[in-house]
């Protein structure tokens, strides 16, 4: 029941090893939306067993993330990062940010990688965290920028396409552009309409091409390669996402 990718993974552990943290990620993918609590729970149990494996560090930052434990979150991505070389959850380490009211380290961080060594889809939600934060500073003019990228095209349907256009429309909203917003939202719904396969919808739905292999990010400290169940640091909801 897991994808390739995270079996490959989790070849480097003795197969009863493997079969129990696989048990633990299976639950975690079927509890998410429902009880992100417990599947929290299951990450941590998991991290316990396969605390050096990237797709269980890169699971329990989720679980953290679900349940507003921005802190925990924020260090498991950390790692996750360090150990895979990857940048495809750089969005959610931003958000953390926000999530634990650093606006300015968010920008920071959203621009410590060059946008054109991210998935087309990842730089989708970095400039929606991106726009977030700078909302967070008060920032709106700037906000709307961050949102204008080639991927903003309201006559095309991707994966991501409705959460951009809401998230342009609330930055307009906010910038008290009412009218352009509701024609921004409206055209996230029409989106998100195409995407299941509405027949009143007239949008041209496009399929995202998957992509798995990232350029190698810079690393963090080895330290943080033990995960924790808890921090005493917290923050507060972060995204817009």
Known sequence: ???????????????????????????????????????????????????????????????????????????????????????????MMVD???????PERALELGRSVRRSTLSTGV??????????????????????VELQIPQLDPTKAFSYSPALFGAYGTVLEELGRDEEAATWFDRADVAADALNDDDDATIEVIEEELEFDELVADGD???????????????NGASDR
């Open 1 to 91: 029941m897991l994808d390739r990718i995270a079996l490959n993974e989790l070849k480097t552990l003795s197969k009863e090893n493997a079969d129990g943290v696989a048990l633990h990620l299976v639950m975690v993918s079927q509890l998410i939306e429902t009880d992100p609590e417990l599947a929290h729970q299951h990450a941590i149990s998991a991290a316990r067993r396969a605390g050096r494996i990237g797709v269980v560090r890169e699971t329990l930052a989720i679980t953290a993330y679900a349940t507003e434990d921005y802190a925990l979150a924020l260090r498991e991505l950390r790692t996750y990062r360090r150990i895979s070389g990857r940048d495809d959850q750089l969005p």
């Open 221 to 235: 400290d080895a330290e943080n390669d033990k995960p924790v169940e808890e921090t005493g640091e917290t923050g």
């Open 123 to 144: 730089q989708v939600e970095l400039a929606i965290a991106m726009s977030g934060a700078r909302l967070d500073l008060g920032q709106a003019e700037e906000a709307l």
């Open 96 to 102: 953390s940010e926000r999530g634990l009211e650093r």
